[in-house]
């Protein structure tokens, strides 16, 4: 079965840290870029960050750009957020998704197919 | 404020259908291929729709999706009591390098 289980959150002050993992399982990890999808409480789905299969391309949205940095360690099926200078408002549940990019000859698309549980992060004093 | 427009509730009786949309601007829509979540209260989103239209294996033929001009639609036939839940569109955009999500839609099955 392809899954994936996300861990790592909990209660921070602002401004700490925290690393957020994501363990794969059941497919090709290497051969998928990965991606955190965040949810703050009562609110929609927030894109956060994606990284290449190989690790070398990394994007992410603005307002966390500086701040977090997504990695992959293929040998370990593992997928990584971590998050400096945390404030309030990066409270939310974190999701990993596996994302999936299909190039045709006339067309391409992208989709996210396999998502973790989640973890949750708060942030507050 | 989301490019991708949905709206904030949606409701229909079982057995019904119902239709959510998902509008971006003339500019942006047309070149974007939509995918469609649902997520279930307390849950994980859950794939539902690929590519406009196709759906990933598991899901039930009630849901279908379709995409014209400026706007994709999640059509679910049949309703059910289970389909209670949160709906997102959410596309790629390659200038942003990123995925970009609608605000959602809650079903409610009265």
């Known amino acids: 079965e392809e899954q994936m289980v996300a861990s790592g959150g909990g209660l921070v002050q602002p401004g700490g840290s925290l690393r957020l993992s994501c363990s794969a399982s059941?497919?090709?990890?290497?051969?998928?870029?990965m991606t955190w999808v965040r949810q703050a409480p009562g609110k929609g789905l927030e894109w956060v960050a994606s990284?290449?299969?190989?690790?070398?391309?990394?994007n992410y949205v603005g307002s966390v750009k500086g701040r977090f940095l997504i990695s992959r360690d293929n040998a370990a099926n593992s997928l990584y957020l971590q998050m400096n200078n945390l404030r309030a408002e990066d409270t939310a549940v974190y999701y990993c998704?596996?994302?999936?990019?299909?190039?045709?000859?006339?067309?391409?698309?992208?989709?996210?197919?396999?998502w973790g549980k989640g973890t949750t992060v708060t942030v507050s004093s | 404020q989301s490019v991708l427009t949905q709206p904030s509730s949606a409701s229909g009786t079982p057995g019904q259908g119902v239709h959510i949309s998902c509008s971006g601007t003339?500019?942006?829509?047309?070149?974007?291929?939509v995918n469609w979540f649902q997520q279930l209260p307390g849950t994980a989103p859950k794939l539902l729709m690929y590519?406009?239209?196709q759906r990933p294996s598991g899901v039930p033929d009630r849901f279908s999706g379709s995409k014209s001009g400026t706007s994709a639609f999640l059509t679910i036939s049949g309703l059910q009591s289970e389909d209670e839940a949160d709906y997102y569109c959410?596309?790629?955009?390659?200038?942003?390098?990123?995925?970009?999500f609608g605000g959602g839609t809650k079903l409610t099955v009265l």
């Open positions: 998704a596996r994302f999936g990019h299909y190039i045709g000859y006339y067309y391409q698309y992208y989709y996210m197919d396999v």
């Open positions: 059941g497919f090709t990890f290497s051969a998928f870029w």
């Open positions: 990284v290449k299969t190989d690790g070398h391309e990394e």
């Open positions: 003339s500019s942006y829509m047309p070149k974007k291929t």
């Open positions: 590519n406009n239209n």
């Open positions: 959410a596309v790629w955009d390659d200038d942003l390098h990123g995925w970009v």
